[in-house]
């Protein structure tokens, strides 16, 4: 008997693996290891959300008639390679087969005792085309890597040519929210995943974040993944370019696509989701400069950073060009901070395991490399807070896009800002304790002493830097009282950041 390990971000009904049903020469297995679930500190609704995903697939694959084998968590299965070794030491599987594991760390480990590897068949580059494209290069430049990944698909290219004559829109995507707009209602599942949940506990695994078990909202299998889908760009997609920075109280979804759960889990196929978005331009449903800032997160941002993953690793996962040392503040795991924009990211977090992409670089990742964090805890903080977080995509996004760790090899500088950029694209600085306004002082927002903090400190480091320079001619032509005046509130913070 073949054994193929299906892993729970490999859930692609199209996979080429189940076009032969096969039962008598092949078994799929299906493991619910506590190691997957317990080598970051996840939130109860990733643990859920994969999960309940795996067995409804292994559900699915048993209709067709496949065979499957599925080891759930009352087996106790600590560690995934010992366990494939065993059921092969026991005569059970003569020869292991998997798809390839889209993180660095498993893949190590399956090396060892799987016998053959299959690619997943769902990205549409290989783990070494952003290396081959950057060959010679010390740095890595997204848009290169888009364009090329545009004529190579020929995705909104009209002849030789982008769409509309440019191949990016961003200065049409950074409007602030209208007052009083309200963003379209979002189609969410009520799955009940209670027990679910109760065998989560039983097994002592860590409880972080709401299970929400009672009325699960996040796609299960394919079919609810295209229903996602469909709602996103028959609804949002519209103005998901004009607002996709915008920062609102209390509306953490706003026109986004919530498609990166489905996608990581490959539910969806990316360039399903692509030509979908495509389509809508074409046929008048949607703007130029929502569709192409879409498709660009995908076939450009995804494809990208994961080329960068598996060029860099595994000595990516040590970087750290600022050498950051501090732990995170406790609020970071409960959200209670008095900085409005801070609080509103974590406790949504907290709550569903989601937050969109400003909120993840420049609220909370923007105030971690404030304050000096340890980009060691950074990391695993957003891999195992949110719903789709995978290593592969969440580690070049954390490490070196939000932290700036990799001390420029992904952006081509520290995305830092002072309280101004949040109060332009944010709502909150209006109902927030600290005033925006204020530089100095008790009552100022720590942002904006930070910024400068920060800019000071690592001035060696980034005064060269061709995107910095403004910063530092500003600094430099500050009058000695304020410039004192800062750092002595940015010591304060550093020296206080439980009490923030």
């Known amino acids: 008997m073949i054994g193929r390990l299906i892993l729970g971000d490999q859930l692609n009904p199209a996979h080429s693996w189940f076009a032969a049903i096969e039962p008598r020469e092949v078994c799929y297995y299906f493991v619910e290891s506590h190691e997957e679930l317990t080598y970051a500190p996840h939130h109860r609704q990733k643990m859920l959300g994969f999960l309940g995903a795996m067995r409804r697939f292994a559900a699915f694959l048993g209709e067709l008639g496949h065979n ?50 299959v690619s997943t068949e769902h990205f549409l580059t290989d783990r070494q085309a952003v290396a081959t494209h950057f060959s010679g290069k010390k740095t890595y430049l997204m848009e290169s890597f888009y364009r090329m990944m545009r004529k190579k698909t020929g995705i909104l290219m009209d002849g030789d040519q982008p769409a509309g004559g440019q191949w990016n829109y961003d200065a049409d995507n950074r409007q602030a929210w209208p007052k009083g707009h309200q963003p379209p209602p979002i189609p969410f599942f009520n799955h009940d995943l209670s027990s679910l949940d109760r065998e989560l506990d039983e097994a002592g695994l860590p409880r972080w974040g709401e299970s929400r078990s009672h009325a699960f909202p996040w796609p299960l299998d394919r079919r609810e993944a295209l229903q996602v889908l469909d709602a996103f760009v028959a609804d949002r997609l519209v103005h998901f370019g004009a607002y996709q920075d915008a920062l609102v109280d209390h509306e953490p979804y706003l026109y986004h696509s919530l498609l990166s759960f489905a996608l990581n889990t490959k539910m969806l196929a990316p360039m399903e989701v692509i030509q979908a978005a495509e389509a809508a331009y074409r046929n008048g449903h949607a703007p130029l400069n929502s569709v192409e800032g879409f498709i660009r997160q995908i076939l450009g941002w995804r494809e990208f950073v994961r080329g960068i993953y598996w060029a860099e690793m595994p000595t990516y996962a040590d970087l750290n060009f600022f050498n950051h040392q501090r732990p995170l503040p406790s609020w970071f795991y409960t959200g209670k901070t008095s900085m409005r924009c801070v609080s509103q990211a974590i406790e949504q977090s907290l709550s569903n395991a989601y937050a969109h992409h400003i909120q993840r670089l420049m609220v909370t990742g923007n105030i971690a490399l404030l304050l ?20 592969w995509v969440e580690q070049p996004n954390t490490r070196g896009m939000s932290q700036y760790a990799d001390g420029g090899k992904l952006g081509s500088k520290p995305y830092v800002s002072s309280g101004a950029y949040l109060n332009k694209m944010s709502n909150h600085c209006s109902s927030c304790v600290y005033s925006v306004q204020d530089k100095t002082g008790e009552k100022a927002c720590p942002f904006n002493a930070l910024y400068w903090d920060f800019h000071d400190r690592h001035r060696a480091k980034l005064e060269k830097n061709p995107r910095i320079g403004m910063v530092y001619r500003t600094w430099d032509r500050m009058a000695p009282p304020q410039k004192t005046a800062l750092l002595d509130r940015a010591s304060w913070i550093h020296e206080h950041m439980e009490e923030l």
């Not at 759930?72 to 390679?81: F, K, T």
């Not at 798809?99 to 090396?111: A, H, I, N, V």
């Not at 695993?380 to 290593?391: M, R």
């Open 68 to 117: 499957v084998t599925y080891v759930d968590l009352s087996a106790g299965v600590q560690d995934l390679a010992a366990y494939l070794r065993a059921e092969k030491d026991a005569g059970r599987i003569e020869a292991w087969e998997a798809q390839e594991p889209d993180e660095y760390r498993l893949d190590e480990s399956l090396r060892s005792v799987v016998d053959h590897f």
């Open 372 to 391: 000096g964090l340890h980009p060691d805890e950074v990391d695993s903080w957003y891999l195992g807070i949110y719903i789709d977080a995978i290593e």
